[in-house]
């Protein structure tokens, strides 16, 4: 017993410390007076609070007094004094709810803000989800879009909320004991013949029904922990894959793909209803149990204290403020049963963030084993690029490219060209070695993105469509054999999904043509369009980053792309070839072709 009441005394430490560790930075920040400041105020409203709660317990005797007495004076004294009472009641329940609300929004704004730059930095987004999809940390926080819109708003709302209701509870619980003890006077108990007197019974009495529902409380709603952190994750599973049918709309509808989505929401929603029937299932134990705590506190006090009211001890109006007393006294200790729901719904929001925030905090604390650096020219060194299980796919590359170069990059389907194209860049954590890479250059993936929103600014991602001007944005969309949208820069749309495969490839060389980048590196391009556009295009992207001095280097499939580049890079199948340094899957070949195309 000792044992298990230990390790959950040092889970309950653990929560606290991250709760902490979640909490602190806001109020340590530049916004750390402001916060303060607005903390102290809620703390002072609460304690206002409950002393008004203390002159309605008083107010509560000399009332029920009056009745008794029909004492009419007294009567409509004190409901003039209720009516003060229930107005400051009222003004301090109204202000406390808008400063903390107003707290609460300001401390989920700068959270938000802060995990955003956190999660952004440093490709921490791209990186989370590679070691996610690919197994290679089975710690990886899923679902970083839920944690940071919604489990932000659940964590500060609810500690708020709850760190606030726990300081109403201490507060109330030692402005009332005392009263309460009073109250109670001296309890006669008669056992075995001897009778005893007991001072301060309704304390103890308060005391023991609140542990023991507290008790009972935990044991039976200790479950809801590990059943609300799953719920959520099943509910950003399903809303994430209602994202991606709508991204992917067009090739679901062109591959009558509907049936297999069906079935996939199907089964991520079925995982949802039964972990939420399980959760369902506990959650009616738990308000069981609590409603009849809740009742039975309500008459369990005049039970007790009846006696002593009919044996004319005391007054009704003394009777009602040790019943009021007793209430305040056994709500405050029983803070715990009347909010487990709540509090387990908070520890598994904190959880989730907390496993969030470890997961970047590793990232950042990572060791690159790639060395990235400037240069005049693209050169690596001893460069290893590996799959993210740790299966090499090239080994000790030493590649160079100068400038006017222009190269060609070729080799068999999965043999690891875009992957070589995402270590030259700097973003593949699975690399070693060293890159040196020229300044002003531009990457081009297979699939371009497009953001929604107005034309201009999707042709001028990810700069501000200001540094341009209209004619310059419509000049580069007749480049690249988009003329039709040169009249339509201010249109708004859903442009992923509007403009088809080729007309986003398009859109963006449009963008590299815009920009003018001195090196340029494009992943199978043009792998949407014809044959006449892709020579016509291809000629004018060479043409731009030759004019600025630069090189430019292509993954392509196309023998005519061929014509537009100098050297040929060539990924040959180890089996094919000698073997390679390190067990590489692959080795790379490296031949001049014929000078790129007039």
Do not use: C
Not at 438 to 456: E, I, S, T
């Amino acid at each position: 017993m000792s044992s298990s009441v230990t390790a959950r005394a040092a889970t309950f430490a653990q929560v606290l410390k991250r709760v902490f560790a979640l909490s602190a930075p806001y109020f340590r920040s530049e916004e750390k007076w402001r916060a303060r400041v607005m903390l102290l105020g809620i703390v002072a409203l609460n304690l206002f609070y409950v002393y008004v709660a203390v002159l309605g317990n008083e107010w509560y005797g000399r009332f029920y007094d009056a009745l008794q007495n029909k004492d009419s004076v007294a009567f409509w004294r004190e409901v003039g004094v209720f009516g003060w009472i229930a107005f400051f009641n009222i003004a301090v329940q109204v202000l406390k709810f808008y400063v903390t609300q107003l707290l609460q929004l300001r401390w989920r704004a700068w959270m938000t803000r802060s995990y955003l730059s956190r999660w952004m930095a440093d490709r921490t987004f791209y990186h989370l989800e590679l070691a996610r999809y690919a197994g290679k940390d089975g710690h990886t926080p899923d679902n970083p879009d839920q944690r940071i819109q919604e489990d932000m708003q659940i964590f500060t709302s609810a500690t708020m909320t709850l760190s606030m209701g726990l300081l109403n509870a201490v507060v109330t619980l030692m402005s009332f004991i005392g009263l309460l003890w009073g109250l109670s006077g001296n309890f006669s108990l008669t056992f075995g013949g001897t009778t005893y007197q007991i001072v301060g019974a309704m304390v103890w009495v308060a005391l023991g029904y609140s542990i023991l529902g507290t008790v009972i409380t935990h044991f039976i709603g200790r479950p809801l922990i590990r059943l609300n952190f799953t719920q959520q994750r099943y509910e950003a599973d399903f809303r994430h894959h209602l994202v991606r049918v709508r991204e992917y709309s067009e090739a679901i509808a062109l591959d009558k793909g509907e049936k297999v989505e069906r079935e996939q929401l199907d089964l991520r929603f079925g995982d949802v209803l039964r972990n939420y029937l399980l959760l369902i299932k506990q959650q009616k134990n738990l308000v069981t149990f609590t409603s009849f705590f809740g009742q039975a506190a309500v008459i369990f006090p005049f039970l007790v204290a009846g006696q002593q009211y009919f044996g004319g001890a005391f007054q009704l109006g003394h009777l009602m403020q040790i019943g009021s007393a007793f209430g305040k006294v056994q709500e405050s200790l029983s803070w715990f049963v009347d909010n487990y729901d709540s509090v387990a719904v908070w520890r598994a929001t904190t959880d989730r963030l907390t496993s969030f925030d470890d997961g970047m905090r590793a990232h950042a604390e990572r060791e690159d084993g790639l060395q990235h650096s400037p240069s005049a020219m693209l050169q690596t060194g001893d460069l290893t690029v590996a799959l993210p299980n740790g299966v090499p796919l090239l080994a000790g590359a030493a590649l160079a490219v100068k400038p006017g170069d222009s190269v060609l990059l070729q080799g068999p389907s999965g043999s690891g060209k875009s992957t070589l194209f995402r270590s030259f860049a700097g973003i593949w954590p699975f690399s070693k070695g060293r890159i040196q890479v020229p300044d002003n250059v531009a990457f081009m993936p297979q699939r371009p993105y497009v953001p929604d929103g107005k034309l201009r600014d999707a042709l001028t991602y990810p700069n501000p469509a200001a540094d341009f001007t209209d004619d310059q944005l419509r000049q580069a969309l007749t480049d690249a054999l988009l003329p039709d949208l040169a009249a339509r820069l201010d249109d708004s749309d859903a442009w992923s999904q509007k403009l088809s495969g080729g007309e986003q490839q398009r859109l963006a060389i449009a963008r590299v043509l815009l920009k003018k980048p001195a090196w340029l590196f494009a992943d199978e391009i043009t792998s949407a369009l014809d044959a006449k556009a892709e020579s016509e295009l291809y000629k004018r992207l060479s043409d731009t980053v030759h004019a600025a001095g630069g090189a430019m280097v292509s993954i392509a499939h196309r023998a005519a792309v061929g014509d537009f580049h100098n050297q040929r890079w060539t990924l040959v199948p180890q089996e094919e070839g000698t073997g390679t340094a390190g067990g590489a899957r692959y080795r790379l070949n490296t031949s001049t072709a014929q000078p790129a195309a007039a």
